[in-house]
């Protein structure tokens, strides 16, 4: 009973930030036309690349081109997970190590990890889902199949571990705001990295191929979803993606409880 108070108050929680964020970007709606924009024109530019490529070629790296557009469906969902939350609090959280005003998270009555990593929305950002779910629409139409329902847990399964995994990695790396100055560099380092989800890893060479794999985990970010969504995920990845969530989760909530350790507050 305890844990299902707790679970129904993180979320209560949650959909506070959800609706100060909401609020918050109402008063600059002229925002939303803007990423509106942006959001529509990098997806063009993505399918007009997708079809320069298979203007020369039937298949990329095993890819067909309708695969292809469901690897950049799942790119951009996973992307807007990033936006929308992932980024804008990772950031408030190691501009709040830096300032000192950590404390007033951490003297509230909840989960500390829990607040960091949902304290900011930016609800505009959203747009990068829409557009994610449109292009799996069109794969699937592309595809010429329907999904099945075994088909679509295991999609829905690792989608949801490729984000937990992404969540974990930026958490151990925010967390290093505790010891260095600025850590944005490192940050953005992944960010760049993660430009190359957009395409399967199979097409990289070997090298970039293991980096993109278990340095930084982009593959079971974009990779294995959309092997999923298509049907030609091999079974031992989907446990292998849900293995490296449950530890990665573990290895980033330990390593979040060191770090506070470091910290000295405001007062200091």
């Known amino acids: 009973m305890r844990r299902l108070e707790a679970d129904v108050h993180l979320w209560q929680i949650f959909r506070s930030y959800l609706r100060v964020g909401l609020l918050t970007e109402m008063e600059y709606r002229i925002n939303f036309w803007i990423n509106l924009i942006q959001s529509l024109l990098s997806a063009a530019v993505a399918l007009g690349a997708l079809a320069v490529v298979f203007g020369q070629t039937d298949n990329l790296g095993g890819w067909t081109p309708a695969e292809m557009i469901a690897l950049l469906g799942v790119y951009y969902i996973i992307g807007a997970l990033i936006r929308v939350i992932i980024r ?5 959280f190691m501009e709040d190590v830096r300032k000192g005003t950590l404390d ?3 003297v509230k009555p909840a989960d500390a990890q829990w607040l960091i990593s949902v304290q900011k929305v ?3 950002q959203l747009m990068d889902l829409v557009i994610g779910i449109g292009l799996l629409g069109l794969a699937l139409q592309r595809m010429g199949e329907r999904v099945g329902l075994q088909q679509a847990f295991i999609f829905g399964v690792t989608l949801l571990a490729g984000g937990l995994i992404v969540y974990s990695f930026w958490l151990i790396l925010s967390t290093f705001a ?3 100055v600025r850590v944005d560099n ?3 380092i992944f960010t760049s990295l993660y430009e190359a989800g957009r395409w399967p890893i199979t097409i990289y060479p070997g ?5 993109l794999t278990f340095l930084v985990p982009v593959a079971f970010a974009t990779t294995v979803p959309a092997q999923a969504f298509t049907g030609r995920l091999e079974p031992g990845l989907m446990l292998g ?3 490296l969530a449950a530890f990665m989760l573990i290895v980033a909530r330990l390593f979040w409880r060191y ?5 000295s507050g405001a007062s200091a």
Do not use: N
């Not at 770090?259 to 910290?263: E, H, N």
């Open 88 to 92: 804008p609090s990772m950031t408030q």
């Open 104 to 106: 007033f998270t951490l």
């Open 122 to 124: 930016e609800i505009w």
């Open 178 to 180: 505790f010891w260095f």
């Open 186 to 188: 490192i940050q953005v």
């Open 207 to 211: 090298w970039l191929r293991m980096m």
């Open 241 to 243: 993606a849900l293995a």
């Open 259 to 263: 770090g506070l350790r470091a910290y």
